[in-house]
């Protein structure tokens, strides 16, 4: 269970200095991407060997897996749905209208909120399910929002994260000083934190290796990258969270035992290495815009590509393929992440949102506009007034 808790990442601080830095997009992408799915995983797998601790009769291996996909796959599976039913109520139901508007902003708030109470009611993760739920949303239900309701949302849950990430480092403060702590085991704190940094570098550096041996040359994961991915291991307001629910969940000590090592661990991680990342972004050279010409170039047209028309993917040596490179290509067509953008471009969005005439219009509005103040894009010229 202490494994499972202090796997989650939470690095809030690290990100906030890569934004002030102007670290490049694709390390941040991998560092937020990380610590989003970590959390999900970490819950889902805190609860799986909660559940082992409470029934160990007849527990397996297998049994732990399949709980885990139960919890985890059962979670995002209910917050997808519900994300995709608010996608469809939003564009049929017609609330965009100035005097439904207050209602449509109600409802998109309270969606999510929905998705919790479903998971947490079936006994699956609340927190997975909304974050998917949150995804889902984003992409599609969002789109058909009115523009004022556009405009209320997104101010709303700014601000609601920038309270909910201040009251916790409150809490946290607080509680390290209220909360009664067991320091009779300094050795496990610092066994785990000798632990962690080997189990960091472990994980980050051989899943990296692995992925570059898939990827095309223009898209490998730098060693720099790397580096700055293991150090930004944070550990926070999710082990922290999970770690005070073990103080309940274990009896005879155990879990005073593990919140006491995980407050160590946060603060330690977060004064030291928050504190120091700046300094180790600048060592790696990794800040400003230079690393996205270098290390992190814009991915080449190679022989595939999509045709403007109806974003279909075509190949451009297909004539001369033998039957078998005709199946590697299109092995490889369906698993590129351009042949989703087509299918989510032309049969998802479609159906999910009422959004392509109206952003039609706009970038022809737009391109006018460039004109009449003397800016011609050549990319635009197939538009016409």
Request: proline letters at 4%; a negative charge; one cysteine or more.
């Amino acid at each position: 269970m202490f494994g499972a808790l202090i796997s989650a990442t939470d690095p809030v601080t690290v990100l906030s200095i890569f934004q002030e830095l102007g670290t490049d997009v694709n390390l941040y992408a991998l560092v937020f991407g990380e610590s989003v799915l970590n959390d999900a995983m970490a819950i889902s797998l805190y609860r799986t060997m909660s559940l082992v601790k409470t029934h160990p009769s007849g527990q397996n291996l297998f049994m732990v897996v399949v709980r885990f996909l139960e919890t985890f796959v059962g979670s995002m599976s209910a917050g997808g749905v519900v994300g995709f039913i608010s996608a469809l109520l939003f564009k049929y139901a017609g609330l965009s209208i100035d005097s439904l508007q207050n209602l449509e902003s109600c409802l998109f708030v309270l969606f999510p909120y929905f998705s919790y109470m479903l998971a947490e009611g079936l006994g699956l993760s609340g927190i997975v399910s909304i974050l998917f739920t949150g995804m889902v949303m984003k992409h599609y239900t969002y789109s058909n929002l009115s523009r004022s309701s556009q405009r209320f949302v997104s101010s709303f849950f700014e601000l609601i994260s920038s309270l909910a990430e201040t009251f916790v480092f409150i809490y946290m403060g607080i509680d390290i000083a209220m909360e009664k702590h067991s320091w009779s085991h300094v050795g496990f704190i610092c066994f785990s934190v000798i632990s962690i940094g080997i189990a960091r570098a472990a994980n980050v550096f051989c899943c990296a290796y692995l992925i570059n041996l898939v990827r095309p040359q223009q898209q490998k994961i730098p060693p720099k990258h790397q580096k700055a991915l293991w150090y930004s291991g944070l550990r926070g307001a999710m082990a922290f969270a999970l770690a005070l629910q073990s103080v309940h969940d274990l009896p005879e000590g155990h879990g005073q035992t593990i919140f006491t090592a995980t407050t160590a661990i946060v603060m330690l991680t977060v004064l030291l290495i928050g504190g120091s990342t700046g300094t180790m972004l600048e060592a790696l050279e990794v800040v400003g815009g230079e690393i996205n010409s270098k290390e992190s170039p814009l991915p080449s047209v190679e022989i595939t590509k999509f045709e403007e028309s109806n974003g279909s993917y075509v190949s451009p040596q297909k004539e001369e393929l033998s039957p078998g490179s005709k199946i590697k290509l299109k092995l490889r067509e369906l698993n590129s992440a351009a042949s989703f953008k087509a299918l989510d471009k032309n049969y998802l969005t479609p159906f999910f949102t009422s959004q392509n005439e109206d952003d039609e219009e706009e970038e022809v509005v737009e391109l006018l506009a460039s004109r009449s103040a003397g800016f011609h894009d050549p990319q635009q010229e197939h538009y016409s007034p």
